[in-house]
């Protein structure tokens, strides 16, 4: 006689496949199979305790672990010792503690809907949430409490005591957040004692992003200013067909006819061609600096970025070609070996917006100049870049990542400093503005091409 078990596993491809375990000594079966029962009854009992610690450590308060502690050594010594007054104690703490599990229950009687009055909102303004919490049981809920996780916040509020079917709205406001993506949600359903011994909890699914965005102001069109649209205008470079007439060549090989100047061919009886200047591509680059050593302080990266989104957002309104550019997080067993930036979308306001909203402050990237070499390589035709940095970026630093860009485009690099008064100063071709505040802005720029 032989002892058979027989499993059937699953594998990876999604079929079948069996596994046969036999004993062929009389012997031993008996043995055998009392080793494998208690094997497998070890296994559920040892599921089963790790399932009961969890449902203790999320349920047992401080205070219930303090009353059941209070409870077990009251009893054990009242028994033991005939300690009347121990046993009393015992007994009492054990009564308080079973008289606060009703508390517990119809913990997911209820169904809970959040909801945001605006997904999008500025940074330092308010936002309003709706939560809608239903009884969907078949018995009176007792009132209790909702947490709605903001960030790394948390809002509460209480909810009355709702008949089987009927709801409760309430209108949550959420405190003032800073610029960046909060998450809005989870909503959980709170029982608890009124002695805060026991506790469950219930989390929903339903989850929001908040978008807040930073706070900008309005800079100048790129019609006037220190900013100005230069579309249209001849460059320095040369090329075959344009508006700009340059100059007559000599034909090459490979250049259009269409391009031959009849009336200098007759004349030098040779082939001449007509040779023009690049009319140029109006083509807007915006680069926000994103290491740590490059600011002050977190209210002055607040400032950059706020400055950032104010000139792109009048590029997106001018409808110009635009290309933002930040540093990227570089992790730093490769950093120094490893170039990488990151580009905002710039389709829309919103769209932008949203891109800065979750820009933050990087302590391992590149520095600010291989950021713009970086974003001058991407594109090669660019007529505007703006740098916007802080503090802690000298001149001389400012100059070199200048320096990255084509000889002809205007670069503008704005530097943000809460402590330094507003002005703008010339260093050969690049012009550095110094702001403060976010509403010197529009006037540095307004007054920059003519001082």
Request: proline residues 4%; glycine residues 8%.
């Amino acid at each position: 006689m032989t002892l058979g078990d027989t499993r059937l596993t699953r594998t990876a491809a999604g079929g079948l496949t069996g596994e046969r375990t036999e004993v062929t000594s009389q012997r031993s079966r008996a043995l055998v199979g009392a080793a494998v029962r208690a094997s497998r009854a070890w296994t559920a009992t040892r599921a089963g305790l790790r399932a009961f610690a969890a449902w203790c450590r999320a349920t047992i308060r401080p205070a219930g672990a303090l009353v059941l502690a209070a409870a077990t050594a009251g009893l054990a010594a009242g028994v033991v010792f005939g300690w009347v007054e121990a046993l009393v104690a015992g007994a009492a703490a054990l009564v308080l503690l079973l008289l606060s599990i009703p508390f517990l229950f119809h913990a997911r009687a209820y169904d809970v809907g959040l909801a945001l009055g605006h997904e999008r909102v500025v940074a330092g303004s308010p936002a309003v949430a709706t939560v809608t919490v239903r009884n969907t049981g078949t018995r009176i809920a007792l009132p209790g409490r909702i947490d709605v996780a903001v960030g790394a916040g948390l809002v509460e509020f209480g909810v009355p005591m709702l008949r089987p079917g009927a709801s409760s709205e309430q209108t949550l406001e959420l405190p003032p957040q800073r610029r960046g993506i909060v998450r809005i949600g989870p909503a959980t359903t709170v029982r608890s004692d009124p002695l805060g011994m026991l506790r469950r909890e219930h989390a929903f699914d339903d989850v929001h992003d908040l978008y807040v965005h930073p706070r900008t102001t309005v800079v100048p069109s790129s019609s006037a200013g220190l900013i100005r649209d230069l579309d249209g205008s001849p460059t320095r470079r040369l090329v075959d067909a344009d508006m700009s007439f340059h100059a007559i060549r000599e034909y090459a090989p490979g250049d259009s006819r269409r391009q031959i100047h009849w009336k200098s061919t007759a004349k030098t009886g040779q082939l001449m061609v007509r040779q023009y200047e690049e009319s140029r591509r109006s083509r807007m680059a915006v680069v926000l600096g994103l290491a740590e050593a490059e600011y002050a302080s977190a209210d002055e990266f607040e400032l950059a970025v706020s400055a950032a989104a104010s000139l792109t957002l009048r590029a997106v309104h001018d409808a110009r070609d635009l290309d933002i550019v930040v540093g990227a997080e570089i992790p730093r067993v490769v950093r120094g070996r490893l170039r990488a930036i990151r580009h905002i979308p710039a389709t829309a306001p919103r769209v932008v917006l949203d891109g800065f909203s979750g820009v933050d402050r990087l302590a391992n990237t590149m520095a600010f100049a291989d950021v713009c070499r970086l974003a001058a390589e991407a594109n090669e035709r660019l007529s505007i870049a703006v740098m916007v940095t802080g503090s802690h970026v000298g001149l001389a630093a400012l100059r070199q990542a200048a320096l990255a860009f084509p000889a002809d485009a205007a670069v503008i690099a704005v530097v943000c400093d809460e402590r330094a008064h507003p002005r703008t100063q010339v260093a050969g071709a690049l012009t550095v503005v110094t702001i403060g505040t976010l509403d010197d802005l529009a006037g540095l720029l307004l007054r920059g091409v003519t001082s």
